[in-house]
């Protein structure tokens, strides 16, 4: 069983920055698809960003666009979620995750595989 083991998160103001990871157990991270889901609070899950097996290709829902970034680094087994310009509605868990998929997934069945989750509280 793959371990995904998200840091990072914490209690910001808005305008801060946070650097979130996702470090797997093995090699997960450099085969699969991999992506960032929330859950703010009383919210549906949502799907941040995504990134392709190398890194060449992302993509970001439209709240975050130019503010956030996602990579990887496959060397190392971790992705990365850099979040700029935080705001109070970015507010929720961030999950990293895995994908079978070709493709970046736009929906969250093809994630099937999820870690713990970590915290990020953006206050105003």
């Known amino acids: 069983q793959v371990q995904l083991v998200e840091s990072g998160g914490g209690l910001v103001q808005a305008g801060d920055s946070l650097r979130l990871s996702c470090a797997a157990s093995?090699?997960?991270?450099?085969?699969?698809?991999m992506g960032w889901i929330r859950q703010a609070p009383g919210k549906e899950h949502e799907i941040v960003a995504g990134?392709?097996?190398?890194?060449?290709?992302?993509y970001y829902t439209n709240s975050v666009k130019g503010r956030f970034t996602i990579s990887r680094d496959n060397a190392k087994n971790t992705m990365y979620l850099q979040m700029n310009s935080l705001k109070p509605e970015d507010t929720g868990v961030y999950y990293c995750?895995?994908?079978?998929?070709?493709?970046?997934?736009?929906?969250?069945?093809?994630?099937?595989?999820w870690g713990q989750g970590t915290q990020v509280t953006v206050s105003s």
């Open positions: 990134i392709d097996r190398s890194g060449s290709s992302t």
């Open positions: 093995d090699r997960t991270l450099s085969t699969q698809v």
């Open positions: 995750a895995t994908s079978r998929a070709a493709w970046i997934p736009t929906t969250l069945p093809s994630y099937y595989y």
